[in-house]
Each structure stands twice: as structure tokens, then as C-alpha cells.
């Protein structure tokens, strides 16, 4: 078996979605309007632990920016 083995087509980092793209899938799905195609592509071509890791921090900031809201609300309605 040689050393030097080909890497697989999913595995090469030219073909690895970067933090933008990733982001960009996170945003569509929190809209529901990704397609099953744009879902398979996030898949094969995305780490699972950057999925993860991005799908919480825009699920935290969501939380944070809706919080922000409340308190804006509340802070207007109570003048």
C-alpha cells in the first residue's frame, strides 16, 4: 500500500464549505427555504463539528437579538 494516499473527493479542502458559505446555509435553514439539494451540499461538504459550532452561535445570537427586542419593547411601552 503506498504512502501516499489520494484524499476523497469530500475530504478536499478546496471543496470544504468555508464560514461564510456555512453561515449562509445555517440562515436559509433557520428561514425554512433551503432546498433538499442545498441540504445535501451543506452535508457532504461541511465538517460536522462546524455545523454544530455555527448552528449554535447564530442560535445564540438569534436568542440574544430577540432578548434585545423584548427589552426595547418593554422599555418603550413603560414610558
Same mark, same amino acid.
Given at each position: 500500500?503506498? +504512502?501516499? /494516499? /489520494?484524499? +476523497? ?8 464549505? #468555508? ?12 428561514? #425554512?427555504? !433551503?432546498?433538499?439539494? #442545498? =441540504?445535501? %451540499?451543506?452535508? /457532504? %461538504?461541511?465538517?460536522? !463539528? +462546524?455545523? $454544530?459550532?455555527? #448552528?449554535?452561535?447564530?442560535? &445564540?445570537?438569534? &436568542?440574544? $437579538?430577540? $432578548?434585545?427586542?423584548? =427589552?426595547?419593547?418593554?422599555? =418603550?411601552?413603560? !414610558?
Amino acid at each position: 500500500m503506498p +504512502d501516499h /494516499q /489520494q484524499p +476523497d473527493k469530500a475530504e478536499s479542502p478546496a471543496e470544504k464549505l #468555508g464560514f461564510f458559505s456555512l453561515l449562509k446555509e445555517i440562515l436559509w435553514s433557520f428561514l #425554512g427555504v !433551503r432546498t433538499h439539494k #442545498g =441540504y445535501e %451540499h451543506a452535508f /457532504q %461538504h461541511a465538517r460536522a !463539528r +462546524d455545523l $454544530i459550532l455555527v #448552528g449554535i452561535l447564530t442560535t &445564540v445570537l438569534f &436568542v440574544l $437579538i430577540l $432578548i434585545a427586542i423584548a =427589552y426595547l419593547a418593554i422599555s =418603550y411601552a413603560t !414610558r
